[in-house]
């Protein structure tokens, strides 16, 4: 047999292997790493959050501090109303007045708008750990499901992808680069069996004189359909 057709029929197997074995872990890696990444989008949302909550507490402390010494010079104001003397005296001490009231006021309500922005980042907060505890329980499952999985197969996985590159090294390039493109566009594997009469990539029916020196194993043809490398594995129809 050719001996670059017999490397890339070794090198096909190899790579079947390879494409079961990712099967075999299906959408597991894919899920934990968007898992993953979804729990961290999360936790430093709740970071960022708690973080203005805190700067929220320190102001809503101050505007606290603001409005109970506001209110004991109110306070204050209040009590000289009855020991002042004259109409002017009174009047300004009642501007004074009206002005602590405005400034309470004002302070109040700010206090007021810190205290509803607080209340909606915890409770954002809060939704956020619900989400982080749910997706968490998923993911230690999938994890758990995925390192069973790669223990099983990581062996086997590092000694094909050792064979697959001593083979490649093997075969002429322009071969294995018209096999790796292909590969590329075909989940990994860039050759495949015939099948009876037709191409096993794509099923097209081959002409008779194809499938004979198909048969042949020793010329690295193609599939006029889809340009697949083609050899036979053997199997009559
Ligand atoms: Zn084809």
Redesign the pocket.
């Known amino acids: 047999m050719n001996q670059t057709l017999e490397r890339l029929i070794k090198l096909q197997e190899i790579d079947a292997r390879l494409l079961e074995i990712r099967e075999h872990m299906g959408d597991l890696p894919g899920t934990v790493e968007s898992q993953e990444s979804e729990i961290s989008t999360l936790q430093s949302d709740n970071t960022e959050k708690q973080e203005r909550i805190t700067l929220l507490e320190k102001d809503i402390r101050h505007h606290e501090a603001e409005i109970d010494d506001f209110s004991t010079k109110l306070g204050k104001y209040k009590e000289q109303l009855f020991l002042v003397t004259s109409n002017k005296e009174y009047e300004a001490l009642n501007q004074e007045i009206d002005h602590m009231k405005a400034a309470i006021s004002e302070s109040e309500s700010v206090q007021l708008a810190f205290e509803e922005e607080k209340t909606g980042l915890e409770e954002t907060i809060k939704l956020n750990s619900g989400k982080i505890e749910t997706i968490m329980e998923s993911l230690t499952g999938n994890k758990a499901e995925l390192e069973e999985a790669l223990a099983e197969t990581v062996q086997e996985q590092e000694e094909l992808e050792k064979s697959k590159n001593s083979l490649e090294d093997g075969i002429e390039s322009n071969y294995l680069n018209a096999y790796q493109r292909i590969a590329s566009t075909r989940d990994g594997v860039g050759m495949e069996s015939i099948i009876g009469q037709a191409?096993g990539?794509?099923f097209?029916q081959l002409p008779p004189q194809t499938v004979i020196e198909i048969k042949q194993n020793n010329q690295i043809i193609t599939?006029p359909?889809?340009g697949?490398l083609l050899f036979w594995d053997g199997a009559e129809d």
Do not use: L, P
């Open positions: 191409c990539g794509c097209s599939c359909g889809c697949i």
